[in-house]
């Protein structure tokens, strides 16, 4: 009796992950994330060598154009959110999202080696907070509906739910700009990173419309002879560089490794309401989906306040390069047998006696 043939071997686990194509998403958004992080770092080196020569990014300076070093962390960020794209074609959006929180830690090593930047127990903590509580928003969220040409989306766009937020962003967004970045913008890190968060949820809007227009285009329906198209591409070209303006005024003004957090945290929650509002991504959600991402919003809003509650100032940038190294100077002036001194003051000081004869 012939024996049984023998069964065929079972692939591992880890082979099929490393055949599978979300793998191949899971190492696009790692390396996202890699670049997107390190891009901070970069960029902040690039403004602050160009800040010694001329007037800093936060009070309004653009020398950092000229800075070959900012416009190589420009490139890495360009080629970290581009691998960012393209991992979404590979794995579902509810695998990719989560992992670009690997571009806060990333920036926070890496701020902690090259630029000094100490992060406080606390500050990891509010970290932790932040990438857990936009993991929970991330993972809740139901799919996103097909579209199937950019005069869909325009009508998403001009429904009066969306319509309300978008004059809503943009009346925030004018007082953050007019009224509290002149005023407060040096001293509270959300005023800059509010900007960046608020318009940067439109840019993610108007984006996501050109995407879909290059797409349904190069598939033979050209979607550029309907005008809706050019004017989701000139909002977001004006998103994009209303936020990268803001975006450098506040890592040339605060702690990267805050400012990261603090950024991707804000940045995700608005982006989130907007599409949910857009797309009503939350209709076919249940309730206990709906508090977990409730839930998951409180928490990045604590953590967001704790890593705004642990923050290191600067040190500030010094413009008179006499000032912090000259010593304090009390004067003795001797006249008629009395001394005269002012009140005293800690540190060293230096001495000058004047006598009533050299004023005569």
Not at 86 to 113: D, E, M, Q, R
Not at 189 to 212: E, F, P, R, W
Request: proline residues 6%.
């Amino acid at each position: 009796m012939a024996s049984p043939p023998p069964p065929l071997p079972v692939p591992s686990m880890a082979a099929s992950l490393l055949n599978s194509s979300n793998f191949k998403g899971v190492l696009l958004a790692v390396v996202s994330s890699a670049f997107i992080g390190s891009s901070f770092i970069i960029k902040k080196k690039g403004l602050k060598k160009a800040g010694a020569s001329g007037p800093r990014a936060s009070v309004g300076g653009y020398g950092y154009l000229l800075e070959p070093l900012w416009w190589m962390g420009m490139i890495t960020m360009i080629v970290g959110e581009i691998a960012n794209f393209v991992a979404y074609v590979f794995a579902p959006a509810t695998l990719v999202t989560p992992l670009g929180a690997l571009s806060i830690i990333v920036s926070a090593v890496l701020a902690h080696f090259l630029l000094n930047e100490k992060l406080q127990k606390m500050g990891m903590l509010g970290c932790l907070l932040c990438i857990v509580g936009s993991v929970v928003i991330v993972l809740h969220a139901s799919d996103e509906s097909s579209l199937a040409s950019v005069e869909e989306i325009w009508e998403l766009a001009i429904q009066p739910a969306f319509l309300l937020y978008t004059a809503s962003a943009i009346a925030v967004s004018l007082v953050l700009i007019l009224y509290c970045a002149p005023r407060y913008g040096q001293t509270n890190i959300l005023v800059y990173i509010g900007i960046c968060s608020i318009i940067g949820s439109l840019t993610v809007m108007s984006i996501k419309a050109v995407g879909i227009a290059i797409e349904l285009t190069l598939e033979g329906t050209n979607q550029f002879k309907y005008f809706q198209a050019w004017v989701f591409l000139m909002v977001s070209v004006t998103c994009i560089m209303t936020q990268l303006n803001y975006l450098n005024m506040a890592l040339d003004t605060f702690n990267t490794a805050v400012v990261s957090p603090i950024y991707y945290a804000l940045f995700t929650s608005f982006t989130i309401l907007a599409s949910v509002i857009m797309f009503k991504d939350w209709s076919g959600l249940s309730a206990s989906s709906i508090v977990s991402e409730l839930c998951g919003f409180i928490t990045v809003l604590s953590g967001t306040a704790i890593l705004h509650s642990t923050r290191e100032p600067d040190p500030p940038f010094i413009t008179d390069l006499y000032t912090p190294l000259s010593p304090k100077v009390s004067w003795h002036i001797q006249g008629n047998g009395e001394i005269w001194k002012p009140k005293d003051e800690d540190g060293p000081d230096f001495v000058a006696i004047l006598r009533q004869d050299y004023f005569k």
